[in-house]
């Protein structure tokens, strides 16, 4: 492990020129399920973020954390489609905390069902919320970047989004030229849809996303809202044969060729196992794909930080050991 780990650190410091122009950003953590929820602390038990978790999340070794937002449940009717003052506000204290505590902090659009449903019709909505988020932020440090759109899905295929984002980016841009803007395939970021990712070759300060959560049965093992059948997958454990290594090995070596071949800097977005699985072997897991990731010259951001994935819990007001020690070895 310290063998791999030393070998991950060298390629990180070591990154193609290519990635010159996008910060290294290292290790994070999701703060999922606080403002993708359609009202902060519906989906936390009426949690809400503290300026203690941004200070836990740096001491525990963390680097950055990925903003989930649910902007467009925040915004005003047609033509202008304003954010809520009020909201802006309260991602204003995020960006503020994340400063404050030394952490890089991504604003990652998130939860637009209405998007993914009829993107013809809802996509100058879209173009209209992010000319607002870049004008916005335009004066905020560098260590904040944007997130056109978590997981494109359903009628959002590659052709529309492709197009979609060639329109998102120019919004930024009127502001922001230089800001490091995320962006993935379709297909909920899926790596086997990174060939038909099309990028402004123009533009090098983006840096391209993927998720991983395979195998799925495991990850999601009795995941209600994926639905009641996922309970015949409850016990499944994942145990590190060199097999089950090789899968992930595989598929990271795929998105890392893809990086390499269109010379963009590539960044594993989220990642993570269901509580209802074992905790040692969602441990396990966690642990090689964080290593994986590494190895590969990937940053990555952990799904997520207190909820149903959590390596943290907030009850306790403890982080869960095993998935701690996965994300940051001692």
């Given at each position: ?147 056109l759109l978590n997981e494109p899905n359903g009628k959002l295929d590659a052709p529309h989004w492709n197009a979609l984002l060639a329109r998102a980016l120019a919004a930024v841009r009127v502001h922001n030229p230089t800001r ?50 996922m309970n015949q997958y409850l016990g499944t454990k994942w145990l590190g044969t060199e097999a089950e290594k090789k899968t992930i090995n595989d598929d990271f070596a795929k998105a890392a060729a893809w990086g390499h071949e269109h010379r963009r800097p590539m960044y594993l977005g989220e990642f993570g196992a ?57």
């Open positions: 492990m310290k063998q791999l780990l030393a070998l991950a650190l060298t390629i990180l410091a070591a990154l193609p020129s290519f990635a010159d122009d996008v910060p290294q950003i290292g290790r994070g953590l999701n703060l999922g399920n606080f403002l993708e929820a359609p009202s902060e602390g519906a989906w936390t038990d009426g949690r809400l973020l503290q300026e203690s978790d941004f200070a836990n999340i740096k001491q525990a070794g963390f680097t950055f954390v990925r903003v989930p937002i649910r902007w467009a449940s925040h915004t005003g009717p047609a033509p202008d489609f304003t954010v809520d003052p009020a909201f802006f506000s309260r991602i204003d204290w995020v960006v503020a905390q994340a400063e404050k505590n030394g952490l890089t902090a991504i604003l990652d659009y998130h939860g637009d069902d209405p998007l993914m449903k009829t993107p013809d019709a809802e996509s100058d909505r879209f173009i209209a919320i992010w000319q607002q988020i870049a004008e916005h932020y335009k004066d905020a440090p560098p260590t904040i970047l944007f997130e490091t803007v995320v962006v993935g395939p379709v297909q909920w970021n899926s790596i086997s849809e990174l060939k038909d990712l099309t990028l402004p070759a123009n533009d090098t300060h983006l840096l391209v996303t993927f998720h991983y959560y395979e195998p799925f049965h495991f990850t999601h093992q009795g995941a209600p809202w994926i639905g009641p059948f269901f509580s209802k699985g074992p905790l040692h072997s969602r441990a396990r897991w966690t642990a090689c794909v964080a290593r994986t990731a590494e190895a590969h010259g990937l940053a990555w951001s952990y799904w997520e930080y207190s909820q149903g994935f959590g390596a943290y819990d907030p009850v306790a007001q403890q982080w869960r050991a095993p998935l701690l020690h996965a994300l940051i070895p001692n």
